[in-house]
């Protein structure tokens, strides 16, 4: 059953479509919206989202072991980002979450918690941890970007703040060069194409499944495809769809993923292209021409995001 969040019932909330409904994706003024997200004035609700918790004193090891991310000695409270991998290196999960000093939690995308539970159930064996599906009664809320909280989903219409759209949240993410998971990826995808290494993925701890691919591509350098942030024509009224083909010189390198309006940067989109595209060379998507802007470099071996 889908959910609907209480605050559709505000004034000005249009409800947003596709793997966000549920939630809105504006209440009447995306780029004000903007600007208050920015100033600390403004919560997005992104109760769409799913989140799991997991219990017992082996939690952190156990996390650290199957993870990207070093979470081992993890103190009460730093929020961490980690990816589960596929045993050839592609991106299967991507969470974020912190541990209260009892339970880890984390949140993902919709509908995304069923198969990472059932995946993580399935490696405990003899290990003293719990994982547990809290989609039903927790929810995620954001502040900014990189400030984010869990809330109970009955204490919504309680959080103080005024109520900003997945969109105005999207546009800032897209400008910061955060991918999404399905949004700005695919089944293809390892960590090195999209600047996850060195945010999601700790290059100084033991081994998880993957790590091969990762290590590997990072000290070798040149990952097959990279990261790029798009500035479309705004002289075009529309924006080009998800998954849109990229083209250089007619030839298509490789497709787009988010795509938003910023309030300062007009329209905007996320994109992976084939590393060798040059990256002064001009894009065309859908006949909007945009012009790139690197978030992933395409020689330099240490593939963190290009920008702080």
Same mark, same amino acid.
């Given at each position: 059953?889908?959910?609907?969040?209480?605050?559709?019932?505000?004034?000005?909330?249009?409800?947003?479509?596709?793997?966000?409904?549920?939630?809105?994706?504006?209440?009447?003024?995306?780029?004000?919206?903007?600007?208050?997200?920015?100033?600390?004035?403004?919560?997005?609700?992104?109760?769409?989202?799913?989140?799991?918790?997991?219990?017992?004193?082996?939690?952190?090891?156990?996390?650290?072991?199957?993870?990207?991310?070093?979470?081992?000695?993890?103190?009460?409270?730093?929020?961490?980002?980690?990816?589960?991998?596929?045993?050839?290196?592609?991106?299967?999960?991507?969470?974020?979450?912190?541990?209260?000093?009892?339970?880890?939690?984390?949140?993902?995308?919709?509908?995304?918690?069923?198969?990472?539970?059932?995946?993580?159930?399935?490696?405990?064996?003899?290990?003293?941890?719990?994982?547990?599906?809290?989609?039903?009664?927790?929810?995620?809320?954001?502040?900014?970007?990189?400030?984010?909280?869990?809330?109970?989903?009955?204490?919504?219409?309680?959080?103080?703040?005024?109520?900003?759209?997945?969109?105005?949240?999207?546009?800032?993410?897209?400008?910061?060069?955060?991918?999404?998971?399905?949004?700005?990826?695919? !089944?293809?995808?390892?960590?090195?194409?999209?600047?996850?290494? $060195?945010?999601?993925?700790?290059?100084?701890?033991?081994?998880?499944? $993957?790590?091969?691919?990762?290590?590997?591509?990072?000290?070798?350098?040149?990952?097959?495809?990279?990261?790029?942030?798009? !500035?479309?024509?705004?002289?075009?009224?529309?924006?080009?769809? !998800?998954?849109?083909?990229?083209?250089?010189?007619?030839?298509?390198?490789?497709?787009?993923?988010?795509?938003?309006?910023?309030?300062?940067?007009?329209?905007?989109?996320?994109?992976?292209?084939?590393?060798?595209?040059?990256?002064?060379?001009?894009?065309?998507?859908?006949?909007?021409?945009?012009?790139?802007?690197?978030?992933?470099?395409?020689?330099?071996?240490?593939?963190?995001?290009?920008?702080?």
């Amino acid at each position: 059953m889908r959910w609907s969040s209480p605050l559709l019932t505000t004034e000005g909330a249009v409800e947003a479509d596709g793997i966000d409904a549920g939630v809105a994706a504006h209440y009447g003024d995306p780029l004000r919206e903007q600007r208050e997200l920015l100033a600390g004035t403004g919560f997005v609700d992104l109760s769409q989202r799913d989140v799991i918790r997991v219990d017992g004193p082996d939690r952190l090891t156990w996390l650290h072991s199957l993870t990207t991310q070093h979470v081992e000695q993890l103190p009460p409270g730093r929020w961490v980002s980690m990816l589960v991998l596929s045993p050839q290196g592609h991106v299967e999960h991507a969470v974020s979450g912190y541990d209260d000093g009892t339970s880890f939690w984390a949140h993902l995308g919709p509908g995304e918690a069923p198969p990472l539970v059932a995946w993580l159930d399935s490696m405990r064996f003899m290990t003293r941890v719990d994982v547990h599906d809290m989609t039903e009664r927790w929810a995620v809320v954001a502040r900014t970007p990189e400030r984010v909280e869990l809330v109970e989903r009955t204490e919504l219409t309680n959080v103080d703040g005024r109520p900003c759209g997945v969109w105005a949240y999207e546009a800032l993410r897209i400008v910061r060069g955060e991918p999404r998971l399905g949004s700005d990826t695919d !089944h293809r995808t390892i960590p090195n194409e999209v600047g996850w290494v $060195g945010t999601a993925v700790h290059l100084d701890k033991g081994c998880y499944r $993957g790590q091969e691919t990762v290590a590997r591509v990072h000290t070798l350098g040149r990952p097959p495809r990279r990261l790029v942030l798009l !500035h479309l024509d705004g002289s075009v009224d529309r924006l080009p769809g !998800h998954r849109a083909v990229v083209e250089a010189d007619g030839r298509a390198v490789g497709f787009v993923g988010s795509v938003g309006r910023h309030f300062e940067l007009g329209p905007v989109a996320l994109a992976l292209v084939k590393r060798g595209v040059d990256v002064d060379a001009p894009l065309v998507i859908d006949g909007i021409a945009a012009a790139q802007e690197v978030v992933v470099d395409p020689e330099v071996g240490l593939h963190v995001r290009s920008r702080p």
